[in-house]
């Protein structure tokens, strides 16, 4: 079965810092990959997602991540981090033949100002 | 406005009562899911139906159970087996494109059991 790993639990930085979530996932198949995230109190929303093409992806507010698919990596980068990025960051995984998602267990991120 | 609709937001029930939480989309997706959210765990598929009258249980089905009568509402019954329910739930569409799935979430209802 699929699943996903989320290498950090929990990231503290400052604002302006650089920002690198890690992302690998077991899969034999071919892969749809995505980054959420959930900001206090709200819904979980898609920040970016990578079906084929470009593996490098630019999502909303600034994010990217990039397909590597010999690591079976899918992490996500900002290159300037601001205090209204504290949130919890999901990566998810699905194969193209059904929608079963996996789910990571989530990194929450919190920016100091 | 399209969206996904899940009802009540807070829940709170006694030990050994079932409870029904609600979902509702008017995005006319395809397919529901039902997913937990534990602290430290992510998120974790309880069920998932990919067409009216059809689902397929998830990772953690067991002390759950769903229908799907209509396409756009997808309910889910934690009942008294279910040993550990207090828990945060989300609800999910989505819709098959040719290039893959994207899953849209509702606003989640949090359940305690007292």
């Known amino acids: 079965a699929q699943s996903v790993s989320q290498h950090n639990h929990h990231v503290i930085l400052s604002e302006a810092a650089s920002l690198e979530l890690g992302c690998n996932y077991s899969?034999?198949?071919?892969?749809?990959l995505f980054w959420y995230v959930q900001y206090p109190g709200q819904h979980l929303q898609l920040l970016l997602k990578?079906?084929?093409?470009?593996?490098l992806v630019k999502g909303i507010k600034g994010f990217e991540a990039e397909f590597i698919k010999s690591k079976f990596s899918f992490n996500l980068r900002k290159p300037s981090v601001q205090w209204s990025d504290t949130a919890e960051y999901f990566c998810?995984?699905?194969?193209?033949?059904?929608?079963?998602?996996?789910f990571g267990a989530g990194t929450r991120l919190t920016v100091k100002p | 406005d399209g969206g996904i609709t899940q009802s009540p937001k807070y829940l709170f029930r006694k030990e050994g009562q079932n409870v029904t939480l609600s979902c509702e989309q008017n995005?006319?997706?395809?397919?529901m899911y039902w997913y937990r959210q534990d602290p430290g765990q992510g998120l974790r598929l309880i069920y998932y139906?990919?067409?009216?009258?059809?689902?397929q249980k998830g990772d953690i089905a067991e002390g759950y159970s769903v229908s799907r009568e209509k396409k756009e509402s997808f309910p889910l019954t934690v009942t008294s087996a279910q040993k550990n329910p207090t828990a945060f739930y989300l609800c999910?569409?989505?819709?098959?494109?040719?290039?893959?799935?994207?899953?849209?979430f509702g606003p989640g209802t949090r359940l305690t059991v007292l």
């Open positions: 998810a995984v699905n194969s193209h033949n059904n929608n079963d998602m996996r």
């Open positions: 995005l006319n997706h395809d397919a």
């Open positions: 139906s990919q067409i009216v009258n059809d689902f």
């Open positions: 999910a569409s989505s819709i098959r494109t040719s290039w893959g799935d994207e899953q849209f």
């Open positions: 990578y079906f084929s093409g470009d593996p």
């Open positions: 899969y034999g198949g071919t892969v749809n």
